[in-house]
């Protein structure tokens, strides 16, 4: 692998680059790097090149759903139209792979915008919003409809251990937002201000559950008890088709630190896991790409757009 590749996976596993957006655009980067750099000698190895570095980008964060099957996709896209094309020169697979991140790069931008574009129909006028953590999909949704004049209100929490949330007030603050910053604990004390929930998406099951960062769940709950919508932001990239096959979505387990000092507390244990689950039954529905659908309704929606063949029988393109 070469420097780019490895210091990306050094950036996500430390969270130099967070979100599944983010996350995903910078795992294709990295794949187009290695495809540039290469000094295989066929194209068997220039295949298997790129399959080990595909592996170990996808193992930098295994609840990133997006940037696996970006991954999964350009390789099965690839290896699908090298096929059909034999021989292939190393030039003309380099070309390809290329071709294959930069389309990546236009659809994660146009699915932003549309993305933004439904969410912010959704939004009323004069409304306060409710949101945890940061996402960019979140961020354009709500600068959209503040662009569009409904003179509205949000509410972030801090979101710890890291902070993320802080990342969200600044940004909409500077976009000339109204908003507050509260603690993640605080969550109930201000639900009666609030009129919707808006949150991102790390990952989604084939039961419609959300995985998203740790607290979202419990905002979810709340919400639900309260009566108030909860809406997901999302692109159909978040969609993990191998839950559809027995996978359960791993919760990743960050380091103890970013919680306290281990020496501190020397009998006690320190647990830090990344996201949580949310049910279903607890999010009124996703704002995606292709439009606005409930829970229940997702896994057909996906079905339309990604491969839904069992991956432990099957391989990429082979």
């Known amino acids: 692998?070469?420097?780019?590749?490895?210091?990306?996976?050094?950036?996500?596993?430390?969270?130099?680059?967070?979100?599944?957006?983010?996350?995903?655009?910078?795992?294709?980067?990295?794949?187009?790097?290695?495809?540039?750099?290469?000094k295989a000698k066929s194209t068997g190895a220039f295949f298997k090149e790129l399959e080990r570095t595909a592996d170990a980008l996808a193992e930098?964060?295994?609840?990133?759903?997006?940037?696996?099957?970006?991954l999964e996709e350009a390789l099965r896209r690839f290896f699908s139209e090298v096929g059909?094309?034999?021989?292939?020169?190393?030039?003309?697979a380099r070309k390809q792979v290329l071709d294959e991140v930069n389309s990546f790069e236009k659809r994660v931008e146009q699915s932003k915008k549309m993305i933004a574009k439904f969410g912010a129909e959704r939004i009323p006028?004069?409304?306060?919003?409710?949101?945890?953590?940061?996402?960019?999909?979140v961020t354009a949704i709500l600068k959209r409809a503040h662009k569009l004049g409904k003179k509205i209100k949000v509410i972030c929490t801090e979101t710890r251990p890291l902070y993320q949330g802080h990342i969200t007030a600044k940004e909409l603050s500077s976009a000339g937002i109204?908003?507050?910053l509260i603690i993640d604990s605080a969550i109930k004390s201000f639900m009666k201000d609030v009129d919707l929930v808006l949150v991102g998406a790390d990952a989604i099951n084939s039961s419609g559950e959300l995985i998203n960062k740790i607290g979202t769940a419990t905002l979810a709950f709340v919400a639900y008890e309260e009566e108030?919508?909860?809406?997901?932001?999302?692109?159909?990239?978040?969609?993990?088709?191998?839950?559809?096959?027995?996978?359960?979505?791993?919760i990743e387990e960050r380091d103890r630190e970013e919680v306290a000092?281990?020496?501190?507390?020397?009998?006690?244990?320190?647990?830090?896991?990344?996201?949580?689950?949310t049910p279903a039954?607890?999010?009124?529905?996703?704002?995606?790409?292709?439009?606005?659908?409930?829970?229940?309704?997702?896994?057909?929606?996906?079905?339309?757009?990604?491969?839904m063949s069992n991956p432990y029988l099957t391989k990429r393109g082979k």
């Open 1 to 38: 692998m070469n420097r780019v590749v490895k210091r990306t996976i050094s950036d996500i596993k430390s969270l130099k680059i967070q979100g599944a957006r983010n996350v995903a655009r910078a795992a294709m980067q990295a794949l187009g790097a290695q495809a540039r750099s290469s």
């Open 60 to 70: 930098s964060r295994p609840t990133e759903p997006m940037m696996r099957n970006a």
């Open 84 to 92: 059909a094309v034999k021989p292939t020169s190393l030039s003309e």
């Open 125 to 137: 006028k004069g409304s306060t919003i409710l949101t945890h953590c940061h996402s960019s999909t």
């Open 178 to 180: 109204k908003t507050t």
């Open 228 to 250: 108030l919508k909860f809406y997901s932001a999302a692109e159909l990239f978040k969609f993990d088709p191998l839950t559809l096959w027995g996978t359960v979505e791993p």
């Open 261 to 277: 000092n281990p020496r501190k507390f020397p009998k006690v244990e320190i647990k830090n896991p990344a996201f949580d689950v």
């Open 281 to 307: 039954r607890h999010i009124t529905a996703y704002i995606t790409e292709y439009g606005v659908v409930a829970p229940q309704s997702l896994f057909a929606l996906a079905s339309k757009h990604f491969d």
